[in-house]
């Protein structure tokens, strides 16, 4: 892993554990146990240090996405439960950074965030509008609402709740399926 790689793996992780104020040349310089002054060799500035962060985050969770086919509601639900699962666990820290830095970047900077969360919404239309055609697609926000908050209980107030069932109600109500 280059050097770059590693300022903005610790970077993430950084903002993850202690929030987006801790993020400081010098913090991630340490935590990246680089030398001193490695961090501005990159990015000069903290707003092109947070540009840099968020664009590495977008694009490591558009990679771990995976976005599969999906032919059913079971498909669906499996899929939605192993992002929520492995974005509250195994990328607990980098889900927190996500939250802190769409919370307090500004302006242009939050882009990559917000690009990478309209494909997601697009892939979730469109598995509901394959699965249930458009009434089901009309209810994509509720959907991916409701996959957040199960998302934000997690990594805030309890790691240990079961997701698969929560996604389960959560994908037939949005497909309309009666026997929930």
């Not at 598995?127 to 055609?133: D, T």
Request: aromatic share 4%.
């Amino acid at each position: 892993m280059g050097n770059r790689r590693r300022v903005l793996d610790a970077a993430i992780e950084l903002v993850g554990v202690s929030g987006v104020r801790a993020l400081t040349h010098a913090r991630v310089d340490a935590a990246a146990e680089l030398p001193k002054g490695s961090t501005s060799n990159y990015f000069r500035t903290r707003a092109a240090l947070i540009a840099g962060v968020i664009e590495h985050l977008a694009a490591l969770e558009l990679a771990d996405a995976g976005v599969p086919n999906i032919s059913s509601a079971n498909d669906l639900v499996a899929a939605l439960t192993h992002m929520i699962a492995a974005q509250s666990t195994t990328f607990a820290a980098r889900t927190r950074a996500r939250y802190a830095l769409f919370l307090e970047a500004e302006g242009d900077a939050v882009a990559p965030l917000q690009a990478q969360r309209q494909g997601f919404e697009a892939w979730t239309r469109d598995s509901l509008l394959a699965l249930g055609g458009d009434d089901a697609a009309r209810n994509t926000h509720f959907l991916m609402a409701a996959c957040d908050g199960l998302l934000l209980h997690l990594v805030t107030v309890d790691p240990t709740i079961a997701i698969e069932p929560i996604v389960t109600l959560a994908v037939r109500s949005a497909l309309g399926l009666t026997d929930l």
